[in-house]
């Protein structure tokens, strides 16, 4: 128990490891070490709830060494939640790989290995370099990942994505040197006890270091105008990618959280960060929306989903107060599991649909296509905050807590009409691709089909089988949080607590000893 806080880590970065030096193994003991490593980590991440569900934050320091040296993490609440959902979107990429996607990169469950180490990592670390660290390990495995399959508009997305990510890569360093610059140290409860006694000279490097760290999670958050790179990059991903990646903002997000809230002692250093995150997340939510609205295929509209979520999260975050904090962290849990439900669901219409792919346009019917339509619309609902799913009960508990706020009004207005518009386009999405007047071509198709005994709809989820049962695995998971809205919300708003009075999370770093050797 006292090694658990870094086994999230080490498991899936010693077996990414093997699996490189041992890749002439045959694919299926790869696919089988892949599997058992991600069931291992969702065992400790179990564990690590059980342990931090009364409120205790679990500490420790590679090295041997006491706070702020070494490498510090630190479980509590609210990291569980991130591991859990990383874990999860890690295991739904991995049964949807299963489905082929894996054989085409001989390194693909060694990356994917990589991935959930990295994850993990930025989830568990309290340290701002370490935090540079892991966000450097899962974006080179993404890296990856993105170009596991072959194309031009893959390459081109690709290199996107890594001269954007280079750029913030660039920033962080700087926001780092800045902060260390002033304060002497980069572990997060040590520069919470320092950053208020900082002198007048120094407090405006510790802003501008501060502020460029707000751009590098927005960046990593896709917050307007820094989302740039997310629709072509999620779009050109393949699917089981695609879903792993809709956890990606959130990580961008979860920092924003847990670092300016770790450090809200010091509120003339965070000024400029607590007066833009409010405006700059709804502005993020309305230019998401119009992506929704403009999108041509499946594969866009999930893509700019993801920055509606984004939006959303930002602005409930940006009232920094425990009802909207708790909310929104119930919002992030089912915009992540619907997210990436949606892409896997789009890889299964566009396999459907062959030629016409998952083109907004009136194509080839998908004929008894029930199985595939009701999967489109669990996962639609889901997004649009539909009763009874998960994503109403959020976008309902966000709607409540952010009227008690001075800015409630244009959350209210600005997210009200968003869903609006978001179930205008997923409904016109659905008619387009599932139901439509059939014409005298489509009636000769359906024949044809029926003849054979087998449709198109039929045929893509027999040979999808693992991505179907990914898209079930995160729609049943979405589902569960409707059931269990009730113990779910108010652990969430235990987290909510100890996130704004970080002050157990801090003492817990401090009070590490560390062991004496004996001779």
């Not at 508990?397 to 001075?406: C, K, N, P, Y």
């Not at 439509?436 to 029926?450: D, F, V």
């Amino acid at each position: 128990m006292t090694h658990l806080p870094a086994l999230p880590i080490l498991v899936p970065l010693l077996m990414g490891g093997l699996l490189v030096a041992l890749r002439s193994l045959p694919p299926a003991l790869h696919r089988t070490a892949a599997g058992l490593t991600i069931l291992a980590v969702l065992t400790i991440v179990l564990l690590l709830a059980s342990a931090t569900a009364d409120g205790t934050v679990l500490a420790y320091i590679a090295g041997n060494w006491s706070a702020p040296f070494g490498i510090a993490l630190a479980v509590d609440r609210l990291t569980v939640v991130m591991l859990l959902l990383a874990t999860i979107a890690v295991l739904a990429c991995f049964c949807s790989a299963t489905d082929g996607e894996d054989a085409q990169a001989p390194h693909f469950h060694a990356l994917l290995c990589l991935q959930l180490a990295g994850l993990c990592g930025a989830f568990l670390t309290a340290d701002l370099f370490n935090l540079f660290v892991f966000f450097e390990l899962l974006l080179i495995s993404s890296y990856g990942l993105l170009l596991n399959a072959h194309g031009g508009e893959r390459v081109t997305a690709t290199t996107h994505y890594l001269v954007v990510n280079l750029v913030g890569s660039a920033l962080f360093l700087i926001s780092v040197a800045l902060l260390y610059g002033v304060t002497g140290t980069l572990n997060l409860a040590d520069l919470a006890r320092r950053l208020p006694l900082l002198s007048s000279t120094d407090l405006p490097l510790a802003q501008v270091g501060l502020a460029l760290l707000l751009v590098v999670f927005g960046i990593k958050a896709a917050m307007a105008p820094l989302y740039f790179w997310l629709p072509g990059t999620y779009h050109a991903a393949s699917a089981p990618v695609a879903a792993l990646f809709a956890v990606f903002t959130k990580i961008g997000v979860y920092c924003i959280a847990r670092v300016f809230n770790t450090l809200s002692g010091s509120p003339a250093a965070l000024e400029l960060v607590t007066r833009s995150l409010l405006p700059l997340g709804l502005v993020t939510l309305v230019l998401g929306t119009l992506g929704v609205l403009a999108a041509r295929d499946l594969r866009a509209l999930a893509a700019s989903l993801i920055i509606v979520s984004s939006g959303t999260l930002l602005a409930a975050f940006g009232f920094f107060s425990v009802g909207t904090t708790a909310t929104a962290l119930f919002y992030l849990a089912n915009s992540t599991l619907a997210g990436a439900a949606f892409f896997l669901v789009a890889s299964l219409v566009r396999l459907a649909r062959a030629e016409h792919e998952d083109h907004l346009n009136i194509g080839t019917p998908l004929l008894r296509s029930g199985m595939l339509g009701a999967l489109f619309v669990a996962s639609a609902m889901t997004s649009a905050g539909l009763p009874p799913t998960s994503g109403f009960v959020a976008k309902l508990g966000l709607l409540t807590a952010s009227a008690r706020e001075i800015s409630g009004y244009w959350f209210w207005a600005i997210l009200l009409t968003s869903s609006v518009v978001i179930l205008v386009a997923l409904a016109r999405s659905g008619s387009l691709i599932f139901w439509r007047p059939m014409t005298a071509e489509h009636l000769r198709l359906a024949s044809a089909n029926a003849a054979l005994g087998r449709t198109a709809a039929t045929e893509a989820l027999r040979v999808s089988r693992g991505t179907t049962a990914a898209v079930v695995l995160l729609l049943v998971c979405g589902a569960a949080l409707t059931v269990y809205a009730a113990p779910v919300q108010r652990y969430l708003s235990a987290a909510a607590i100890s996130l704004a009075a970080p002050t157990r999370y801090i003492d817990a770093i401090f009070s590490v000893v560390p062991v004496e050797r004996r001779p």
